[in-house]
């Protein structure tokens, strides 16, 4: 997933991130024969984030900095990323032994030959949304016909955009799309240079654009697909399967904490990787919610993978000659480790 930010990682992008430039080697470990130690006998756990750090690797600094890893007895080791492809390369040839990043990167993974199981669904929708200005006349999906999308054509924002638009009935030779680098799509859709920009819904938040748009999100039409995963290795799983147990339990109550205090958890992020604004973090996280939980969660709990939603994807990214191959979905993800966390732990209503 490739989004549009204004954090910045740096060489010094917190104290996980210089701990793994010192551990060098120790700290790529995969696991598979059981995990470096780290201080106080701590398992060193490396995780690959999707991205710089962003709303999405909140609840994972929510967990490192409420102590939630330390207390499963994990020192964790994280990494900002540069998308969630990279990610599952590293995790697939064991330098790193956790990923983040689209569950359509591990759907088509296995299409590739290459083996990943999501352990834990952190977006249970998509957050992709196309966006129009109130003045434009273009109120819902329909009235898209025969104008103009912006967006980067190459990202899989732009995947659910058509197959959103697949899902209303409107063919992609009615939209005339113009590929825009991340981020451009904004300033192209306010002076009228396109008729509507493909975006992540929580790229809004910091931008003075929210109050001047409509908003069509993939999800209300109809594309309710699961979006960021965290993922590992059917060989840890195999091998270390208590380690996995315990990250997920970690990393599911800071996703629950990250929920419950915003404020409070984007402002230990901030004091924790260089370059952060706590509020911005705060309002984009929030503006995010939407898709983190929803009645599926209401009843099964954060964390929990949506088969039925897995198998949407899977159909409509082969409609859209995205995989090279033949997947099947349900060995794409286990609810095994989220299962054996306490359900008061990952549960959280709908606001």
């Not at 195999?238 to 984007?266: C, I, M, Q, W, Y």
Request: charged letters at 20%; aromatic letters at 6%; hydrophobic letters at 40%.
């Amino acid at each position: 997933m490739h989004r549009t930010s204004k954090y910045r990682a740096t060489a010094a992008v917190g104290a996980s991130m210089a701990l793994a430039l010192a551990l060098g080697g120790c700290a790529a470990s995969n696991g598979s024969e059981g995990p470096e130690q780290g201080e106080g006998g701590l398992d060193l756990v490396t995780l690959r984030h999707s991205w710089v750090p962003d709303q999405i690797t909140l609840p994972y600094a929510a967990a490192n900095a409420l102590g939630f890893y330390e207390e499963e007895g994990i020192q964790l080791v994280d990494q900002p990323g540069n998308g969630g492809a990279t990610s599952v390369q590293l995790v697939a040839n064991g330098e790193v032994m956790f990923g983040t990043g689209e569950a359509s990167h591990v759907l088509s993974a296995q299409t590739k030959g290459i083996e990943l199981v999501s352990v834990m669904q952190q977006y249970q929708e998509q957050p992709n949304a196309v966006i129009t200005m109130k003045d434009s006349g273009i109120e819902d999906w329909d009235d898209l016909r025969g104008k103009s999308i912006g967006g980067a054509v190459a990202s899989s924002g732009h995947l659910a955009t058509l197959a959103a638009l697949q899902l209303k009935g409107i063919d992609e030779s009615e939209i005339d799309f113009v590929n825009l680098s991340p981020g451009a799509q904004f300033a192209a859709l306010s002076e009228g240079q396109v008729d509507a920009a493909g975006t992540f819904l929580g790229n809004l938040a910091a931008l003075d654009l929210k109050d001047q748009v409509n908003i069509l999100t993939v999800a209300d039409a109809g594309y309710i697909a699961p979006s960021t995963s965290l993922f590992t290795t059917p060989e840890l799983i195999e091998k270390n399967p208590d380690l996995v147990e315990r990250f997920v339990r970690a990393s599911l109550k800071g996703l629950r904490a990250a929920l419950e205090d915003p404020k409070g958890t984007a402002e230990a992020m901030a004091g924790m990787y260089a370059n952060v604004d706590a509020e911005s973090l705060q309002a984009t996280f929030e503006m995010d919610t939407r898709f983190l939980i929803n009645d599926f969660t209401d009843e099964n709990g954060l964390g929990m993978h949506n088969a039925e939603a897995w198998e949407q994807q899977a159909e409509m990214l082969a409609e859209l000659g995205e995989l090279s191959g033949d997947v099947d979905p349900e060995k794409a993800f286990t609810n095994e480790f989220v299962e054996k966390t306490d359900k008061d732990d990952r549960s959280f209503p709908q606001k």
